[in-house]
């Protein structure tokens, strides 16, 4: 039987159209301003990575011929031995940050702790996100009256004032424990009027996250990009394709942009701002796709299993994706004085520079962590 329903509004455009027209986007206009912050959280997320490479996906024995740089040794009874301990999840991962430039938290993949094939980066993100709502635990969590950036590392967390007050701002109030469910007060209740007090503003859950940008390392999937547009999240910043999953993020953009209700995130990828990782990822992928002919990925220590299955995710255990991972991380490291030091989006955004040092100080946490198998409570 056909299918008659009338055709979705937001697929209306598009109904009798090429799919070229559907997947392909206009390309972004972005300022040499707000390209600087791009890369700032970029490399940020490229340094996060680093600290917690594993690449081990088919157990730390055997031979991984693309893996030579990371080999720590060789065992007597055949194999070899390589870094990076148990495999927990892919080489993927992903931050948010809200509209003031503020990093709210991050998460890796983690197929491989769950045993799941669905324990992506976005998706546990986004998740995560939603429970910071409640528990309210941010990454800095120290509290003072200074100003955000400058000076040293201790001293701007000494410094750091309620990091994540503005975060939820469209939905979440002071005091939730004293709001009406589903009402929130828009502005805390030491400043605003006694009337704005007596009747809090109607929100939803639907709002929370519709200043946030998420930065994810790898194109995301149908499953990220779907709750991505549930969460109403604003724009989602990418750093090499995943030909795999068929611009899923463009179509959905495409689909939903305009209309009411949930929207998806505008995606941006990485060479729209300049991000020179992003070709040498997606260059360095189709030279391992096409070497494989060759080279396998992996030969267990017996002989008896061979694996040169082309895979995105067997690339980012590399050492060729190490090392463009590593030089990101070198860039972030070395790199101290913003370009557009004073540039802020809004008054009430951190500048340049101010994003610049949290960057600094949020690798550092995440070092200090030193966990990315399971590192949150929720």
Not at 159 to 175: D, L, M
């Amino acid at each position: 039987m056909a299918d008659d329903r009338p055709v979705p509004p937001g697929l209306a455009n598009f109904w009798n159209g090429p799919v070229a027209a559907f997947a392909e986007l206009e390309p972004n206009v972005i300022s040499d301003e707000q390209a600087e912050r791009h890369r700032i959280f970029s490399l940020t997320l490229m340094a996060m990575l680093v600290g917690q490479w594993n690449g081990n996906k088919y157990g730390d024995t055997g031979t991984y011929p693309w893996r030579e740089a990371q080999q720590v040794g060789t065992l007597t009874s055949g194999g070899n031995v390589y870094g990076g301990g148990s495999y927990l999840g892919h080489n993927i991962a992903a931050i948010a940050v809200d509209g003031e430039g503020r990093i709210i938290d991050y998460e890796f993949n983690h197929n491989q702790v769950f045993d799941s094939t669905v324990e992506h980066a976005e998706s546990r993100l986004v998740r995560r996100v939603f429970s910071l709502n409640q528990i309210y635990e941010p990454w800095a969590s120290e509290q003072g009256s200074g100003p955000a950036g400058g000076g040293p590392a201790a001293a701007r967390r000494d410094q750091r004032p309620h990091n994540r007050r503005r975060v939820f701002a469209t939905a979440v109030p002071e005091r939730a424990d004293l709001a009406d469910p589903g009402e929130v007060s828009m502005t805390p209740a030491d400043t605003a009027p006694a009337a704005a007090q007596a009747t809090p503003k109607p929100s939803s859950y639907a709002t929370l996250l519709n200043d946030v940008t998420i930065y994810t390392s790898l194109e995301s999937c149908a499953q990220c990009s779907g709750i991505m547009c549930l969460g109403s999240v604003k724009d989602i910043v990418y750093l090499q394709w995943d030909q795999g999953q068929f611009l899923i993020g463009n179509i959905m953009w495409q689909a939903t942009n305009g209309t009411k209700g949930f929207t998806a995130p505008r995606p941006i990828r990485g060479d729209e701002f300049g991000f020179e990782y992003f070709s040498q990822l997606n260059e360095a992928t189709e030279a391992f796709t096409q070497g494989l002919a060759e080279t396998p990925f992996y030969v267990s220590a017996d002989g008896s299993f061979t694996n040169a299955t082309p895979s995105v995710t067997s690339f980012l255990c590399t050492d060729a994706a190490m090392g463009i991972y590593g030089a990101a991380a070198n860039e972030l490291e070395g790199w101290s004085t913003a370009t557009h030091a004073d540039y802020a989006p809004t008054p009430a955004a951190l500048t340049n520079q101010q994003v610049l040092d949290e960057a600094h100080d949020f690798v550092a946490w995440v070092d200090e962590l030193d966990n990315r198998g399971a590192p949150h409570r929720v």
